[in-house]
């Protein structure tokens, strides 16, 4: 079955820094578009990050432009992201989905969600 894991979150002080892991089984990133998402409580789910499938072009929300770097090993099916700089409005359960997608950096939807991950800022 296709599954997404994140890992990587936890309580950090401002101006520190975190990288998020999302781990994918059953299914090789080599043909998906895989999406960073964001929600923080009362708000809607926010897009940050985005990576294509093969070639690697990334795309990022102006919240996160700067602070955030999108990665990704094809081989360990690894997706990653790193996040610097954090404050508070970074506080929120982060999502990575995945999309099968050729030469997209960001497809309008996505099929596969992982479980989210808790990432908390404060001092």
């Known amino acids: 079955q296709l599954q997404l894991v994140e890992s990587g979150g936890g309580l950090v002080q401002p101006g520190g820094s975190l990288r998020l892991s999302c781990a994918a089984s059953?299914?090789?990133?080599?043909?998906?578009?895989i999406g960073w998402f964001r929600q923080a409580p009362g708000k809607e789910r926010e897009k940050i990050s985005c990576i294509s499938s093969s070639v690697g072009s990334t795309n990022y929300a102006d919240s996160v432009k700067g602070r955030f770097t999108i990665s990704k090993d094809n081989a360990k099916k690894t997706v990653y992201q790193q996040m610097n700089s954090l404050t508070h409005e970074d506080t929120a359960v982060y999502y990575c989905?995945?999309?099968?997608?050729?030469?997209?950096?960001?497809?309008?939807?996505?099929?596969?969600w992982g479980q989210g991950n808790q990432v908390t800022v404060s001092s």
């Open positions: 989905a995945a999309q099968r997608a050729i030469r997209v950096v960001c497809p309008t939807g996505y099929t596969y």
């Open positions: 059953g299914f090789t990133l080599d043909y998906y578009a």
